[in-house]
């Protein structure tokens, strides 16, 4: 079981990469077109773990790969040709570059999910309501997730994940 730390966010252990995956795919079944989901974490903490998972439960056939050197993959659902952009900030220098990397077109695409992996690197970029995930090492495999909802669409998520997820 998880402790619900208040009502708007909670945190996961997770024990592998796979339960990693698997907790993600639980969160890409309730996103929805125009959502933002940013992960920040170390390197190795697992965010590309938690996208694979993300992408797999919403419905992206292909397995989700980092963007670091590209910094945007974009992916679609086979069944409705919905998009999510998966975008990596590692190597970007800060807001001003992310803006010229057009960011915020893929941020306010209401037609496709946007997963930001380094999202402190423009946090300024971003709407106040999104969900924000931190993943944290704890062992060699063990992670710790803390999901943030910011906002009235993202508190339903965050309400509906730790239902499923956890039965709570």
């Not at 992408?55 to 992916?75: D, N, Q």
Request: one cysteine or more.
């Amino acid at each position: 079981m998880s402790p619900i730390l208040d009502a708007h966010s909670i945190e996961c252990p997770s024990h592998s990469p796979g339960q990693t995956r698997r907790l993600g795919a639980r969160l890409g079944e309730l996103l929805h077109a125009g959502d933002l989901v940013c992960l920040e974490g170390a390197l190795g903490a697992g965010k590309t773990c938690l996208a694979q998972g993300i992408g797999r439960g919403y419905g992206v056939a292909e397995s989700l790969i980092s963007p670091t050197f590209t910094l945007i993959h974009e992916y679609q659902r086979p069944q409705d040709g919905s998009r999510l952009y998966h975008v990596d900030l590692y190597r970007i220098s800060g807001a001003q570059e992310a803006l010229g990397l057009g960011l915020g077109d893929y941020v306010d695409d209401e037609s496709a999910i946007t997963l930001i992996e380094w999202p402190e690197r423009a946090r300024e970029l971003f709407p106040q309501e999104k969900l924000w995930i931190v993943l944290r090492h704890v062992e060699v495999h063990k992670r710790i997730l803390l999901l943030s909802a910011r906002g009235e669409r993202y508190e339903a998520l965050l309400r509906e994940f730790r239902k499923r997820a956890f039965g709570i």
